[in-house]
């Protein structure tokens, strides 16, 4: 008896000290900043390059208040992340179910006749549907939408003044290895180390969003495609099919035929690099048109005129062509696969991830200084507490890192700049080199001609030009001409706004290397500076944005001949233009709030940063006021929420000023493109989301439609070929023609043009 007690006592024991080894090994590991649902490890990749020189740059020393320590990142030993094996073995069982999947699919359309090719793509969608199970970040995921709102309240206890601004301890292995955590990231207080820290490694950061919820029906969708596993996955632009019911072969080519004023269709079946029909849509194809021979058979090397296309995308791996006939002659067809739905994919998960472009803030008080990251949602990466800087930044939501010495508060905040920008980590090779190749997106239409004859039926109407060349028609003649489609005869000024929110494209196009605007909504009036000053006299012009928006000002400014008179640094800065006595004119440029990536070089806020809904407010009640509004690629870097916020702000404040004052006319200018190379780092911003942002605007204002004007520059930067992220000078000039077109009769200003 007293051996089997001794026996039971024994292995009681024994079990008593398993569990308590167990506890204390599970404790050990524990790391609260790692089970925090609001942290995710990404690998920021940058040009080898990039880090050579910021490892060259001198070091600098930290303060080291409030357990801050001196840390230089050139001392961390980066090592190639381990994760990269389990990933690659993950991606061939994948590849192995996508393979039975892809056999069992041929199998399955054997001896199908005529019905094979539907079978194929039956089969193709399977195989691409067994593969997004497969993925790690989709497994099992269901996704519930919620407000903007409520994923900024997610961060409101880091900026609650309870918040514990302390640094966690750093382990003595950390920095040595794959990534910088939380806690390395917490210690820094420079801008050249924050930066280095961002650009050069594996770093943690805190996404805005976590992969249980979405904001908007576009982030839902692009997160259930798939991504790209080889190059095979995506679009080959030189395979994929462009077909146009009724062409006929001619030699070398098929003939695509039409009336002026018709409007062809075909079709873009997209085939992907295993030659298989690409299944779903989610690709974004962009298109355009141009010249290369006159109706009288003239080669036309610059391809003028220009005209956008539309295109529709079907859903299924195809897309709708809608390539309108507007002069007669021959025309070549321009065809883009611009962005690869991987692509999008990636982008969207990469602003909820919390990879950005960065701002920095710089805080000063009684000698202490201090350098952090910003953004406009709360995501900062690093610290435990922010800075909630809305009310500094006129009432538009805007966070920093929240200062770790003691001596500073949040309301020491001084000066600000540029400060990164970091790369997304899901950046696949294949799909940066499509999106940066032009020959890689551009779909083979050399085989196509387009042949627009002459309205012969408008002949008898010619009644001034017998030439009937696109130069030698204006738009103001009375007659239709016979080679174009003119404007519409009746003058924009007796138009009502709401034409300018018609989502049927084109509403114009480019007619000659004088980069002529035709508009199809109604008659413009030329941008003289007769007409230009006329139209402006007593009244005050108001434009706000960003370095898109300043042009926008320049050329309106210079329209109506007036010296600019620019004062301030770039880009905290107010511009007025000459204010012209005689006609009582003024016209002023202002941006936007924060963010602003305009310069590296850091500036004092020499301008009181103003929301623009207190700059609209501020307009006067009465007279003759307008107001040009640009929100665009400051606010791409980030999730599209920051911009929702201040377009729905922006709104009511436009909304008071017209009840205010019935004088005012306001117009709010929408996306342009930007060059192919200005996105292969998607923190960059670009045009990537663009057809969102888009989106959000027709949605925000569609009940102020008959009061506000749309300015689309989308189509003219599109067929304009756009360099960098700024829209090319006619597209702009285009834009402030199509604003005062609506405001003042074309006959204002003749009897100056006379003298």
């Given amino acids: 008896m007293l051996r089997g ?7 009681f024991l024994a079990l008593i000290s398993s569990a308590l080894l167990c506890f204390v090994f599970l404790f050990s590991r524990y790391n609260p900043l790692q089970t925090s649902s609001a942290r995710l490890i990404v690998l920021a990749q940058h040009p080898s390059t990039n880090n050579t020189t910021e490892a060259n740059s001198t070091r600098e020393e930290e303060g080291d208040h409030n357990g801050m320590v001196n840390i230089d990142l050139r001392d961390l030993e980066l090592t190639t992340p381990k994760t990269e094996a389990v990933e690659t073995s993950k991606r061939t069982e994948t590849e192995t179910l996508h393979d039975k999947n892809a056999s069992k699919s041929r199998e399955g359309s054997e001896g199908a006749g005529n019905d094979t090719i539907e079978k194929e793509r039956s089969g193709e969608q399977k195989r691409r549907d067994s593969g997004r199970v497969e993925e790690k970040e989709d497994s099992d995921r269901i996704m519930r939408q919620i407000s903007i709102e409520e994923a900024v309240s997610v961060f409101q206890h880091k900026a609650a003044k309870e918040c514990v601004n302390k640094c966690p301890q750093v382990d003595e292995n950390e920095g040595q290895g794959e990534y910088i955590s939380s806690s390395v990231l917490c210690r820094l207080t420079q801008q050249n180390k924050w930066t280095r820290a961002l650009q050069s490694v594996k770093i943690e950061v805190t996404p805005f969003l976590t992969n249980d919820v979405y904001v908007y029906p576009y982030e839902l969708e692009y997160l259930s495609y798939s991504k790209a596993r080889t190059a095979d996955d995506l679009p080959n632009a030189k395979n994929s099919l462009l077909t146009f019911p009724g062409a006929v072969a001619s030699g070398n080519v098929s003939i695509v035929s039409c009336k002026l004023g ?22 974004e194809v962009r298109a355009w048109m141009g010249a290369i021979k006159s109706f009288e058979g003239e080669t036309i090397n610059s391809m003028y005129p220009r005209s956008m296309v539309p295109v529709t995308d079907l859903k299924n791996g195809s897309y709708k062509l809608e390539v309108p006939c507007l002069w007669a002659g021959r025309s070549h067809l321009i065809l883009n696969i611009r962005y690869p739905r991987e692509f999008l994919r990636m982008a969207v998960e990469t602003v909820r991830r919390g990879l950005s472009r960065f701002l920095g803030a710089r805080f000063e008080s009684g000698g202490a200084v201090e350098e952090v990251p910003c953004l406009p949602t709360p995501n900062i990466p690093g610290r435990p507490c922010i800075c909630n800087l809305t009310t500094a930044n006129g009432g538009s939501p805007f966070y920093c890192a929240r200062p770790l010495d003691r001596r500073l508060s949040c309301e020491d905040w001084t000066i600000s700049g540029t400060l990164t920008r970091v790369s997304p980590s899901e950046m696949a090779k294949a799909e940066g080199d499509f999106v940066m190749k032009s020959a890689e997106t551009q779909v083979q239409t050399d085989h196509l001609v387009f042949v627009s004859n002459p309205d012969y039926e408008q002949e008898e109407q010619i009644t001034k030009n017998s030439k009937n060349s696109f130069k030698n028609n204006t738009d103001d003649e009375i007659y239709q001409p016979q080679l174009f489609i003119p404007s519409p005869k009746k003058p924009c000024i007796e138009m009502s706004p709401k034409v300018t929110w018609k989502t049927k494209r084109p509403t114009g196009y480019w007619r000659d290397e004088d980069k002529t605007w035709v508009s199809l909504l109604c008659r413009e009036p030329p941008l ?48 007025l233009s000459e204010s012209a006595a005689k006609e009582n004119i003024n016209i002023h440029y202002s941006p936007h709030e924060h963010p602003l990536y305009v310069t590296k070089i850091w500036k004092n806020l020499d301008v009181a940063f103003i929301g623009v809904p207190q700059k609209i407010d501020a307009i006067p009640s009465k007279g003759r006021q307008f107001l040009l509004l640009h929100y665009y690629l400051h606010l791409t870097y980030v999730h599209l929420g920051a911009a929702r916020l201040r377009l729905l702000a922006a709104r009511d404040a436009i909304a008071r000023l017209l009840a205010r004052n019935p004088e005012a006319v306001v117009g709010i200018r929408g996306p342009h493109t930007v060059a192919m190379n200005a996105n292969y780092d998607i923190a960059y911003g670009g045009d990537t989301l663009a057809r969102f942002l888009l989106e959000m605007i027709l949605e925000d204002f569609a009940g102020l439609q008959d009061r506000v004007l749309f300015l689309d520059g989308w ?41």
Wanted: charged share 30%; net charge positive; proline share 3%.
């Fill in 5 to 11: 007690r001794n026996f039971r006592k024994r292995t």
């Fill in 262 to 283: 018709e409007t062809l269709t075909g079709r873009l079946d997209l085939i992907d690099g295993r030659g298989k029909q690409r299944i779903g849509g989610g690709d």
């Fill in 528 to 575: 003289t500076t007769p007409w230009m000053r006329a139209c402006l006299k007593n009244s005050h012009v108001w434009v706000i944005g960003d370095s898109n928006g300043i042009r926008l000002y320049y050329k309106v400014a210079d329209a109506a001949g007036l010296e600019r008179l620019d004062y301030g640094p770039m880009p905290f800065f107010d511009v």
């Fill in 715 to 755: 189509e003219g930067s599109l067929t304009l070929q756009s360099e960098g992220i700024h829209a090319a000078g006619p597209s702009v000039a285009e834009i402030a023609r199509k604003f005062f077109s609506f405001v003042c009769d074309e006959k204002m200003g003749r009897e100056t043009e006379k003298l």
